[in-house]
């Protein structure tokens, strides 16, 4: 079995988390594969465990993605004071 790690961004929780923690997330910051919209806030987080489709390729999603240190980047001051990782546990109750 072929292993490799693809990580998703779902823009519609990015977009969530940044209305409820008022920071403007740019999403360069965020290093996915795949960039989705259409879905429900937080709802990849309930995909552990799950397999999916993007075009015609099938996933195992074993996990949540680890992100490195650039996502606590805030852009606008240049500061490392984001949480976003923390935050959208937060938000999703996941």
Same mark, same amino acid.
């Given at each position: 079995? /072929? =292993?490799?790690v693809?990580?998703?961004?779902?823009l519609?929780?990015?977009?969530?988390?940044?209305?409820?923690?008022?920071v403007?997330?740019?999403?360069?910051?965020?290093?996915?594969?795949? /960039?989705?919209k #259409?879905?429900?806030?937080?709802?990849?987080?309930?995909?552990? #465990? =799950?397999?999916i489709?993007?075009?015609s390729?099938?996933?195992?999603?074993?996990?949540?993605?680890?992100?490195?240190?650039?996502?606590?980047?805030?852009?606008?001051?240049? =500061?490392?004071d984001?949480?976003p990782p923390?935050s959208?546990?937060e938000?999703?109750?996941?």
């Open positions: 079995m /072929y =292993t490799e693809v990580p998703l961004v779902n519609v929780s990015v977009q969530d988390l940044s209305v409820t923690v008022d403007d997330h740019d999403r360069s910051s965020l290093n996915a594969n795949f /960039y989705f #259409g879905l429900a806030a937080c709802r990849e987080f309930h995909w552990v #465990g =799950t397999n489709m993007l075009e390729a099938q996933f195992e999603v074993v996990t949540h993605t680890k992100r490195c240190a650039e996502i606590s980047v805030n852009l606008t001051p240049a =500061t490392r984001l949480k923390r959208f546990i938000i999703s109750g996941v």
